[in-house]
């Protein structure tokens, strides 16, 4: 390749030659003017001190600013009718006293609603009825409805729901503010959502008692039933007397433990709501680019939001705490890692949204304000920037077309002052576009090819418990690759009259002109996060076009200045917001599942991070003498971390309570009944569902005995959903990463339950009617599969199911009604024969919050302090019908 490249070289340079020289006064001179610009390049340690300097700006100004909280209100402020977090504060405590709080389990049902309503009645107590009507009612909820691949059917699950309503209104047309107190298994829910749920209460008494009074009715509502999933949100947008009048919802929910709120869903179709928070939410934190990364569905997350969108048409803005997210769904998820801040900065911009939206006009028709798709970011927490879908097109296309002219006209203005023809300039600037094209793919590949290597070996996620890794193993090789090809045209290349200032502001040309091109591809696309190359490109534009209205342009690195000064913005910004992405994202990959290798998307995040905020700023290391020294320092970095990374302890991924290995198993029973009633398989173990790529090599350093552990893979080929009594939907996607370790002595469930065929009728037309009842847990799922020559016609559940899964898969959960599960089946048989068998069926039981017997306490005693085992026992039977 880099013969080619010296090829190119001589080509231009032979052209160049070939130019008419004035005289030899005039090559002369050029020769002096280039020999006085190298002259003119810094001692070579400053370089070393130009990088510092924007490591040190990052540490300086772009996590202060990240990490910020507002100081948390006490009671003492409570006379100023503001958000007050110690009293959120305090109810949280009392909320994550209660512990888990598993839809179905006393916790969640009894004591938690019981609190949540005493808290409720207190703020119903002291509400100015001059002002205010409160209504509260409990609601209780059963339905069905299709979630992802399965039926998701509830039973009895519970909502809080509260309306406050000006006095005297006449408005139908609600504002709905939502949250969850229910929880997963073994986690106290601090984060997720307890403090989501005690900053809507603590709004709520703000409201009613300050006498600010609003035009629209707000419905607050406490659902308890979300992490199911998503059940009793589908309750309430359905089912509730309010549901109809609710077209505005603003969604709460938590996947980390403190800092700031990101808006992170909005509309759809609605940028005045982009606006309310614009002018009404104290504290920003929010970008396009994090909506359009949610909404592919590649994050093992979801939300309310889109039950109420889809079920409800409803509009809003859906969002969430994100940092600290390792004790996210864990035992340690925990009041203690909640700063009365964060609960502050929750409050404050819930009320102003809150008051701001129920007092809006938009409101009472909201359809007529649908006007597309927003375009939203902000800067560092301290501006916010937001403009519609199209106003970006025409922006993106103005930006990257004005950058394009700019590069001309700096080529046209560089060839008059080099006395060489504008062609000739131009033949070296493609070139260089070619060699930038080449340093862009370097940049991102590199990291890449690191993250690639690493997983290759077993080594993945290392940066995991020590994010500092990230420097040296996707930022230094991104840096090389970014600054490798510049270094190396710049060293070869042999100009006699364009200078070598010229020749390296011909670079960062080269490097703007790939951010066009991708601009106006992204945008093409129907991206709308081509906002980020274009607002880079912005704050290189005006510095180019400073340097061309003056004569800066044309003096040595003069240019320089300007440049850097106008750099620092679009530092500042890529760097926050590629690090908030990190930050969101590394606790994520603890629970990415086996089948992808996670450290691709963090090197090629790493390494976009650091093409966009360090693109224009690397090459410059190139105004100082000996530049290879930084190279060669990046390259010593990056080799250091790599052997730390690999070869020490502080590469590996876990810490105890901080940083830990999820580890969801199931104490699983298994019996296969055949068509006669006979049983053809009975047998115990362990069914672990790791959740992230390093699988089960972890316990290997335990002393936990996984000898026999292997893949049920084979299984998933040849039976009805492996044979296992797999969760819910998750495990299901993940059922070919599942392993099985078999356990000799046998695993009696707490009780035993079974699947009862109540009846058969034949209803004609090779038709029959099956009943089935099953008195099971308050979580169970049903897997059926017809047999070869048999078809389901009707069921009792939703019908649009039908046909949608070769195993029909049919999650159920109650909350206060346990009554016994029933549905029915209709399957169609073409010979009409129903004396033979129909069907399988298995029946997947959980015994959530059982501890299990004494030998699997004891198993669960060896499991090492590094991991946060979620387990429990759990039956499945499998039926020929």
Not at 317 to 339: C, E, R, V, W
Request: net charge neutral; with cysteine; aromatic share 12%.
């Amino acid at each position: 390749m880099w013969q080619a490249v010296r090829s190119r070289f001589d080509t231009c340079k032979n052209k160049i030659s070939d130019e008419p020289i004035e005289d030899d006064v005039s090559l002369a001179s050029s020769k002096k003017i280039r020999n006085q610009e190298k002259d003119l390049r810094g001692p070579w340690y400053l370089a070393t001190g130009f990088l510092l300097f924007w490591a040190l700006l990052f540490s300086a100004v772009v996590l202060p600013l990240f990490y910020s909280i507002p100081t948390g209100l006490t009671i003492e402020d409570a006379s100023k009718g503001v958000f007050i977090a110690e009293r959120a504060q305090n109810n949280l405590y009392k909320l994550a006293e209660i512990g888990t709080k598993v839809v179905g389990s006393d916790n969640n049902e009894n004591k938690t609603v019981d609190y949540l309503m005493g808290l409720v009645n207190e703020i119903q107590e002291n509400c100015l009825d001059d002002y205010f009507d409160m209504e509260v009612d409990l609601q209780e909820v059963s339905g069905s409805y299709i979630h992802w691949t399965m039926v998701n059917m509830y039973q009895g699950v519970q909502n809080i729901v509260i309306k406050l309503s000006p006095k005297n209104t006449t408005s139908t047309t609600y504002l709905l503010v939502n949250s969850h107190f229910d929880s997963k298994p073994t986690s106290p829910s601090a984060g997720d959502a307890g403090q989501m749920v005690v900053a809507i209460l603590e709004v709520l008494r703000v409201m009613c008692s300050t006498k600010q009074t609003i035009r629209h009715p707000v419905v607050f509502l406490l659902n308890g039933a979300e992490e199911n999933p998503l059940q009793a949100s589908h309750g309430f947008i359905t089912q509730h007397k309010w549901a109809k009048n609710c077209k505005v919802v603003l969604n709460l929910d938590a996947a980390g433990n403190g800092g700031s709120d990101i808006v992170f869903q909005t509309g759809p179709n609605s940028p005045w709501l982009v606006e309310k928070y614009k002018n009404n939410a104290p504290h920003y934190l929010a970008t396009t680019m994090a909506e359009e990364i949610f909404q592919t569905g590649i994050l093992p997350s979801d939300t309310d939001f889109g039950i109420f969108v889809k079920y409800g048409n409803l509009i809003g803005l859906d969002m969430a705490k994100f940092i600290n997210g390792f004790a996210y769904h864990t035992k340690y998820d925990q009041f203690s890692n909640i700063p009365r801040g964060s609960i502050q900065n929750t409050g404050d911009n819930l009320l102003g949204l809150v008051r701001s939206i129920a007092n809006s006009t938009e409101l009472d028709n909201t359809a007529a304000y649908a006007t597309g798709h927003a375009i939203f970011f902000d800067v560092l927490g301290l501006y916010f920037i937001s403009y519609t879908e199209s106003n970006g097109v025409i922006l993106n296309y103005s930006v990257a077309g004005l950058a394009l002219v700019l590069i001309f006209l700096s080529i046209w203005r560089t060839a008059s002052i080099s006395r060489v023809s504008t062609g000739h300039v131009l033949c070296w600037f493609i070139l260089i576009l070619v060699l930038q094209i080449i340093a862009f793919v370097l940049g991102l590949g590199l990291p890449i090819v690191v993250a690639y290597v690493f997983d290759k070996y077993g080594l993945s996620i290392t940066y995991f418990s020590t994010p500092v890794l990230l420097i040296g193993l996707y930022i230094c090789p991104s840096l090389l690759g970014l600054s490798l090809p510049s270094f190396i045209y710049l060293k070869l290349q042999r100009s006699e009259k364009v200078g070598f200032a010229q020749h390296l502001q011909l670079v960062l040309h080269g490097h703007a002109a790939v951010l066009a091109i991708l601009d106006i591809g992204l945008t093409v696309y129907g991206l709308r996060s081509a906002y980020v190359p274009t607002w880079t490109l912005i704050f290189y534009v005006i510095p180019l076009a400073i340097n061309l209205l003056t004569t800066l342009h044309d003096r040595g690195f003069s240019w320089t200045g300007v440049l850097k000064i106008f750099q620092v913005v679009p530092f500042l910004y890529n760097s926050y917001l590629i690090y908030c992405f990190v930050v969101t994202l590394i606790p994520m990959m603890g629970r990415f599942g086996r089948a992808t290798n996670p450290d691709l998307i963090i090197s090629a995040l790493c390494a976009l991070g650091t093409i966009l905020a360090l693109g224009f700023v690397i090459p410059l290391i190139n105004m100082f003498r000996r530049p290879s020294l930084i190279l060669l320092t990046l390259l010593a970095i990056s080799a250091v971390t790599i052997y730390t990374a690999s070869s020490t302890q502080i590469g590996f991924p876990y810490r105890p309570k901080t940083n830990v290995q999820r580890l969801p198993y199931l104490h699983v029973r298994r019996i296969f009944y055949e068509y006669d009633g006979t049983v053809v398989k009975n047998d115990s173990g362990y069914l672990f569902n790791f959740q992230d790529r390093r699988g089960p090599a972890p316990l290997k350093l335990s002393k936990l005995n996984t000898t026999g552990l292997v893949s049920i893979a084979e299984d998933c080929d040849t039976v009805m959903m492996c044979g296992f009594p797999l969760y819910d939907h998750r495990w299901v996607k993940n059922r070919l990463q599942i392993m099985w370790l078999p356990r000799e002595e046998e695993i009696i469930p707490p009780y035993e339950t079974e699947l009862e065929l109540v009846s058969k009728i034949e209803l004609g037309n090779n038709i029959m009617r099956m009943n089935f009842k099953s008195v099971t847990t308050d979580h169970a799922s049903v897997f059926i599969q017809p047999l070869e020559d048999v078809t389901i016609s009707d069921w009792s559940l939703p019908k649009s199911y039908i046909g949608q899964q070769s195993t029909s898969h049919l999650y159920f959960s109650y909350g206060k009604n346990n009554s016994a599960l029933t549905f029915s089946i209709d399957f169609y048989k073409l010979d009409g024969d129903f004396n033979v068998p129909l069907c399988q069926i298995g029946l997947s039981v959980h015994f959530i919050g059982n501890k299990g017997d004494a030998i699997s306490q004891e198993f669960a005693q060896k499991i090492p302090s590094f991991a946060a085992p979620v387990d429990w026992p759990a039956s499945y039977q499998r039926y020929i019908f």
